[in-house]
């Protein structure tokens, strides 16, 4: 079945560093654009990053442009998030999806959890 | 920049009909898509390109969009459905959610 699974979450100090991982299974990675997407705590949905099927362009939040690199790597169905000099507002849960034609998310993963304090 | 406006909160009896708006300048003009989202869950996309239901969403879901407004309809509405709904949109190389509105059925 189509799967999307996170990891690498945790916990970091701010101006830490931290890379997310995003495991697809069950449908053609290369050929579909992909989201990350996070939540911080009792916050609504926040769209993070948007990389195209075959990485010719990527696009960020004004939040995080600078800090955060959306990567991919077609030969193992993975996705990235390469995120630098983080803040505590970054705290969130980070979820990756899969985007649709119109750039909707249909396939949405659990999600990994990210807290920066000291 | 674009910018989605929700109601924060709507109430609806069981079997009753819910309607959320979702509002952006000239949003007809794009594409809107719906999320409910449950605590300690995924997101799940109910509606996309503004009135599509992927498979496995029951048919009480419907979405429209014209002029500045989206809608997401939910008839005969059940107590599964109380979670919170955001709106998304694509505008200039950025996606954009509304605030989220959260579904109390009591």
């Known amino acids: 079945q189509v799967q999307l699974v996170e990891s690498g979450g945790g916990v970091v100090q701010p101006g830490g560093s931290l890379r997310l991982s995003c495991a697809a299974s069950?449908?053609?990675?290369?050929?579909?654009?992909m989201h990350w997407v996070r939540q911080a705590p009792g916050k609504g949905l926040e769209w993070v990053a948007f990389?195209?099927?075959?990485?010719?362009?990527?696009y960020y939040a004004d939040s995080v442009r600078g800090r955060f690199t959306i990567s991919r790597d077609n030969s193992k169905n993975t996705l990235f998030l390469q995120m630098s000099s983080l803040r505590p507002e970054d705290t969130a849960v980070y979820y990756c999806?899969?985007?649709?034609?119109?750039?909707?998310?249909?396939?949405w993963g659990k999600g990994a959890t990210v807290s920066v304090s000291s | 920049s674009f910018e989605l406006t929700q109601p924060p909160s709507v109430s609806v009896s069981p079997g009753q009909t819910a309607t959320i708006t979702c509002s952006g300048n000239e949003l007809g003009d794009k594409f809107a898509s719906w999320y409910q989202h449950k605590p300690g869950q995924s997101p799940v996309m109910v509606i996309y390109e503004d009135s599509r239901r992927p498979s496995g969403i029951p048919e009480r879901f419907s979405g429209s969009n014209s002029g500045n407004t989206a809608t997401l309809t939910i008839s005969g509405t059940q107590a599964l459905d109380e979670a919170a709904y955001y709106c998304q949109a694509w505008d200039s190389n950025t996606a954009v959610f509304g605030g989220g509105t959260r579904l109390t059925v009591l």
């Open positions: 069950g449908f053609t990675f290369r050929s579909h654009g």
């Open positions: 999806a899969r985007a649709g034609l119109h750039f909707y998310m249909d396939v």
């Open positions: 990389i195209r099927y075959d990485e010719s362009d990527d």
